[in-house]
């Protein structure tokens, strides 16, 4: 049976009145899955659900404004909570992905628990998606990567948690999404990781790192949005940078340069579970590369172009 959007919000409203006897407490990033869950969440609690915005410091340029504006458009309240220090603070000296997953969910958790307590939330509302727990590691597959945003959750946290959307995929939660009246500028955002621009930068995350990958992210964004304006290609289902700490040997008018390498992604997909590269016209690929290596000259002398599916690669690097 096909999905049908009208009916899911429906029933959900129905579901959740029967948690509606406490606060409830929300992690908004401004991305589609999480507003979505706020929107639908808050039908049954009204102003019960807490909403917070957690300023990681990994986000991309302009996040922040962005997801203001956003959430004012789609009727919620949220309270920003600036805690870059302390997730930089924490990344500090580690490589690993998966310790770094792990590290920035232990932060969001902590962070979130403090805002849990000062608001005496007896709920906390995620806007988990099933791709988000099937490559979590369901048990019926590998753990592929930690979905920050999936397990994970200290027991003596005692809150009780709400997944309103946990069985459907991307393109259901865009119907729903549609459905409930939020702006096409939230829905039809690509989808951006929880754990933020720290997955883009393959090894050790210093600030100066972020700093460069977020310009580039800027830098891609932009072009590929204009070209995609301008009719020269459709807008990939998700396009971003990519920063590796391999450095290489450039030439910077006739003084030697040795700086990073940014790869560049985009690709088409349906839902994120699978993925084909997609086919960029080299002029908007030249475009970016020249663009990327006159903003950065003194850190970045090479651009490359991920030309790999998902399988065998996933969308993100790591
Ligand atoms: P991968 O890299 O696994 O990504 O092929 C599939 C989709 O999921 C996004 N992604 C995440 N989303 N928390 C999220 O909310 C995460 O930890 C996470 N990791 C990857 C990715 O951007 C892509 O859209």
């Known amino acids: 049976m096909p999905f049908n959007a009208s009916r899911f919000v429906a029933q959900k409203a129905e579901d959740m009145q029967k948690y509606a006897d406490g606060e409830a407490v929300i992690a908004t990033s401004g991305g589609v899955d999480s507003t979505v869950a706020a929107v639908l969440v808050k039908k049954a609690f009204g102003r019960k659900l807490h909403c917070v915005f957690v300023d990681t410091g990994l986000l991309r340029k302009g996040e922040a404004e962005t997801a203001k504006l956003n959430f004012r458009k789609c009727g919620l309240d949220v309270k920003i909570v600036d805690a870059s220090a302390r997730f930089l603070g924490g990344l500090k000296g580690v490589g690993d992905p998966e310790r770094k997953r792990k590290i920035i969910g232990e932060l969001f958790i902590r962070v979130f628990e403090e805002e849990a307590k000062a608001c005496k939330a007896k709920y906390l509302v995620q806007g988990t998606i099933a791709p988000d727990w099937i490559e979590s590691g369901s048990g019926m597959r590998d753990n592929i990567k930690s979905h920050h945003n999936v397990g994970g959750l200290p027991k003596e946290m005692g809150l009780l948690l ?18 409930l009246g939020v702006p096409s500028e939230v829905f039809s955002r690509q989808p951006f990781p929880g ?91 030249h475009k970016i ?21 998902k399988p065998p690669a996933t969308i993100e690097w790591e």
Not at 162 to 179: N, S
Not at 217 to 242: D, N, S, T
């Open 162 to 179: 709400i997944e309103p959307l946990r069985d459907l995929y991307k393109d259901e939660v865009r119907l729903v999404a549609k459905e």
């Open 195 to 285: 754990p933020g621009l720290a997955i883009r930068v393959m090894g050790e995350v210093t600030k100066e790192r972020v700093d460069i990958v977020r310009e580039a992210c800027a830098i891609v964004e932009e072009e590929l949005e204009a070209a995609a304006k301008a009719r020269k290609m459709e807008i990939p289902w998700q396009y971003f940078a990519v920063l590796l700490p391999v450095k290489s040997v450039g030439v910077q008018g006739d003084v030697r340069a040795y700086g990073y390498t940014i790869a560049v992604r985009a690709v088409d997909a349906a839902d994120g579970m699978t993925a084909n590269y997609s086919a960029v016209p080299h002029e908007i690929l």
């Open 289 to 309: 590369s020249l663009r990327i290596t006159n903003a950065m000259k003194d850190k970045v002398n090479r651009v490359v172009f991920d030309v790999t599916n």
